[in-house]
């Protein structure tokens, strides 16, 4: 059974990058796309990025100036940078695995919050 | 790309059926066969329910459909039980390989 491991600072100062990795255990990363999503506290959801074995991105276009994903398939991992972040970056932060045939993330990690303060 | 409509709330008493609607535009709900579902309790990530509008993945109740009609999915939720109760997301395909969310709607179990 495929599970996923948010890992990463919980607090980032402003201006700064946000980083993040993902680990994947019990499915190898080759297999399907993986994405990045968030949730602001007491808000909706929102789609980040996602990202194929062969380093092909797609990125949500609101983002996409701030956002690089890269993966690393002899780690079965993943990662996520978000540069200049500022207080409204603060969320959840989820991964997830992305079917090539797209549409949906199933499953996801349990997420991990971060938070934006000086 | 505008989020994708949903009602803020939805109740329904033990044992009845409830519906939760989802609407788009016709360049993605309408679009696109790749509509899904997702129900998150408190403090918990997301789970799938409902992909590509009408199916469920392994383990889910059948009690949980979906459907679509134009620019509007739905999902309905048979034969409430009170371990329903969570906040449901719907989710679209938008093209060019971009998704997008809808605002959440709070299922209360009466």
């Known amino acids: 059974q495929v599970q996923l491991q948010e890992s990463g600072p919980g607090l980032v100062k402003p201006s700064e990058t946000l980083s993040l990795t993902c680990t994947v255990s019990g499915d190898s990363i080759s297999t399907y796309y993986w994405g990045w999503l968030r949730q602001p506290p007491g808000k909706g959801l929102e789609w980040i990025a996602y990202?194929?074995?062969?380093?092909?991105?797609n990125y949500n276009p609101s983002l996409k100036s701030r956002v690089t994903m890269s993966i690393d398939t002899s780690k079965n991992h993943f990662s996520l940078r978000l540069s200049s972040v500022t207080a409204a970056d603060t969320a959840v932060y989820y991964c997830?695995?992305?079917?090539?045939?797209?549409?949906?993330?199933?499953?996801w990690g349990q997420g991990t919050l971060v938070t934006v303060s000086s | 790309q505008s989020a994708l409509t949903q009602p803020p709330s939805a109740s329904g008493s033990p044992g009845q059926t409830v519906t939760i609607s989802c609407t788009g535009t016709s360049s993605d709900v309408g679009a696109y066969n790749y509509v899904s579902w997702y129900q998150q309790h408190p403090g918990k990530a997301p789970k799938l329910m409902i992909y590509e509008v009408t199916k469920r993945p392994s383990g889910v109740p059948d009690r949980f459909s979906g459907s679509k009609s134009g620019n509007t999915a739905s999902l309905t939720v048979s034969g409430l039980q009170a371990e329903d109760e969570a906040d449901y997301y719907c989710s679209s395909y938008a093209g060019n390989s971009n998704l997008i969310f809808g605002g959440g709607t709070k299922l209360t179990v009466l």
């Open positions: 990202i194929y074995h062969t380093g092909s991105t």
């Open positions: 997830a695995r992305y079917p090539p045939s797209g549409g949906w993330f199933d499953p």
